[in-house]
């Protein structure tokens, strides 16, 4: 199975802040990365295919990167709105895995 | 627009089995694949399974194949999960999701839209 692993698994940050989380595939897996935001008690929602492509209704604020092994999820001017849990998921190789989860509070 | 709606979960003994179902509406559901993702209440996401449109084509997480059956009835929008032998390391919040498709070889489905999900307790 391909692990994903996320870093760092947690960060404090602030209102305004722009930060990214990294996740790292134990294999190539080309570009068939996506990203996550989960609140609390709701259902995941979508942000970003193909390792770089935003979902439709995605703001612009968000944009992901990388290929191969190493992905990122950069999120800029970050808003209240947007303190979440992230997770990246592959969906190159059975069976598709997420990764742990990085969760971004409030500092 | 885009709705998924899981149902058929609740507290269930050990051993029992459950089906769960998840209606799609808003979309042509049958031109579409669907996963299966489940949750531990405060952990983090499991991949279950996925079904291609037409449901002949479906993979699943390998620990799970044994207990768990997909399959989808498209003249009635609805996807459906049941499991079989519950066990406590079942309970989970179980979410459909809708799958696009990468055309190749193999396909490979990402996911655009979630339900809600629908929690399972297994518990004697």
């Known amino acids: 199975d391909i692990q994903l692993t996320q870093s760092p698994s947690s960060l404090s940050a602030s209102v305004g802040d722009r930060l990214t989380i990294t996740c790292r595939a134990s294999?190539?897996?080309?570009?068939?990365l996506a990203w996550f935001q989960q609140k609390p008690g709701k259902a995941p929602k979508s942000l970003i295919y193909?390792?770089?492509t935003l979902q439709s209704g995605v703001p612009s604020k968000f944009s992901g990167g990388g290929s191969k092994t190493e992905f990122t999820l950069t999120i800029s001017n970050l808003q209240p709105e947007d303190f979440a849990t992230y997770y990246c998921?592959?969906?190159?190789?059975?069976?598709?895995?997420f990764g742990q989860g990085t969760k971004v509070d409030i500092k | 627009q885009v709705q998924l709606v899981e149902s058929g979960g609740g507290m269930v003994q050990p051993g029992k089995s459950l089906r769960l179902s998840c209606v799609g509406s808003?979309?042509?559901?049958?031109?579409?694949?669907m996963h299966w993702v489940r949750q531990v209440p405060g952990k983090g996401l499991e991949w279950v399974a996925v079904?291609?449109?037409?449901?002949?084509?479906?993979y699943a997480a390998d620990p799970l194949k044994g207990r768990f059956t997909f399959s989808r009835d498209n003249s009635k929008n609805t996807l459906f999960l049941d499991i079989h032998t519950l066990e406590v390391e079942d309970t989970a919040i179980y979410f459909c999701?809708?799958?696009?498709?990468?055309?190749?070889?193999?396909?490979?489905?990402?996911?655009?839209?979630w339900g809600q999900g629908t929690l399972v307790t297994v518990s004697s």
């Open positions: 999701a809708r799958g696009r498709v990468v055309v190749g070889v193999p396909a490979r489905y990402y996911i655009d839209h």
């Open positions: 808003g979309f042509s559901f049958s031109d579409y694949p």
């Open positions: 079904l291609a449109y037409d449901g002949r084509n479906r």
């Open positions: 294999q190539d897996i080309r570009s068939f």
């Open positions: 193909g390792a770089s």
């Open positions: 998921h592959q969906y190159h190789s059975y069976p598709y895995t």
